[in-house]
């Protein structure tokens, strides 16, 4: 009797073990999976993305009315160099950045931005922000829905004829910019939202050090149809410091280089990828998991979930990283950390060098996780890293739960075999 009892109980806990390993490797690899198919997603529509703006940017320099409106608005931009800034104009302009465009700035730039700094220095770029910022009556976010000023240029006309059209492009294909750009000066010749780098020069002008400046040099000694290419996120000070990226492709009259297209790309656009519209719950991440871009200068280029649903708790967080409180203060005034929050982890390490895997790493806010990494090559100037990640707790929760049924199991039977043998 006793063998018999005993042999059933060995039986009871084998056969509970067994079950109990045997699942946990099916649990175990179903999580993996998941976390590593939706890295692998998140990269093919990130991919696939720029892949079609490409493709947009380089079909619109070649589009006949994009080629007109080039040619066009350089002619009638060089006749303004005969038209009269009165002092009380240049005034005006000085009071406008004064008022609208240094207190927005300062929130995202370190030290204390002058006017004079940003101040245009050009008779044509005072002429233009003067009728399309100064004397615009729409406000800072609506600027481009004035068709022509009251000026009474050649300019005003092409830029009447013109500007619906390109008004419509970015709307419906969400780019938070377009520029129109003399290939030979640097000078903006048209931008559909009027801010302080419109009537400017890449070239020489005082966002010459910028990405787009980078960008239009790129093309600009391209020299070749259909050449296309992409600048990283940096902060763009026409965009009052916010991190801002191009794409572009030149654009040709004939066999003649006339111009350069530059299109600014919306951050929401990838955000809205990365964090699948913000419906993680239903991407199968659970509480805490997330998938996030990651520059190769290890800034995140893409929004937090945790800034998201729990900003307090996010914010605590950061201090405790001893985070600055200025770099704190201009993700809250953004609400979002790109180009702000550094991930220096051993995943984005691994993937910046590379590498491609899954691992229990910590994670950016030092909570252990599992994580897929994988480095994300979008262009010949993008090296990205992409990971997605969830707590270590909540992914091997099912783990723990079906450890607890198979003893509970287990701690039942083994009674009942011992009273009714």
Known sequence: MLMLLAVSIASILVISYVGYTSGKEVILDNIH???????????????????????????????????????????????????????????????????????????????????????????????????????????????????????????????????????????RFDYNNLFLVDSETGNIVYSVHKDTGFATSLKSGHYSNSGAADLFETLQNNRERGAFDVIDFRAFRPSYGQPVAFIGSPIFQKSNLIGILL??????????????????????????????????????????????????????????????????????????????????????????????????????RGVPSLVAYAPLKLADSLDWMILSKIYVSEAFEPIQIFGKRVLVTSAILVPIVTIFP
């Open 263 to 364: 299109l600014q790309l919306p951050v929401d656009e990838i955000n809205r990828i990365m964090t699948g519209n913000f419906q993680w719950k239903k991407d199968g991440l659970g509480k805490t998991g997330e998938t996030i871009l990651v520059g190769s200068d290890y800034f995140m280029r893409s929004q937090s979930r945790f800034l998201v649903e729990k900003p307090e708790q996010y914010f605590k967080e950061l201090e405790k990283q001893n985070i600055s409180e200025r770099t704190i203060e201009r993700i809250k005034a953004n609400n979002s950390p790109i180009l702000l929050q550094k991930i220096t982890t051993n995943s984005i390490k691994k993937a910046l060098d590379g590498e491609e895997g899954l691992d229990i790493l910590d994670d950016y």
């Open 33 to 171: 999976g998941q976390i590593t198919e939706l890295r692998n997603s998140r990269a093919r529509q990130v991919q696939s993305y720029f892949n079609y703006v490409k493709n947009h940017a380089i079909t619109l320099a070649e589009d006949p009315t994009v080629i007109e409106a080039m040619k066009s608005f350089t002619d009638s931009f060089n006749q303004l160099e005969n038209e009269e800034v009165t002092t009380s104009m240049t005034s005006e302009i000085w009071l406008f950045y004064e008022k609208y465009f240094i207190p927005r700035l300062q929130i995202n730039v370190d030290g204390n931005p002058t006017i004079s700094r940003y101040f245009p220095e050009d008779k044509i770029s005072r002429y233009l922000q003067y009728y399309y910022l100064v004397k615009n009556p729409y406000d800072l976010e609506n600027k481009k829905l004035l068709d022509m000023a009251k000026d009474g240029s050649e300019y005003s006309k092409i830029h009447q004829k013109f500007n619906s059209f390109f008004r419509s492009i970015t709307k």
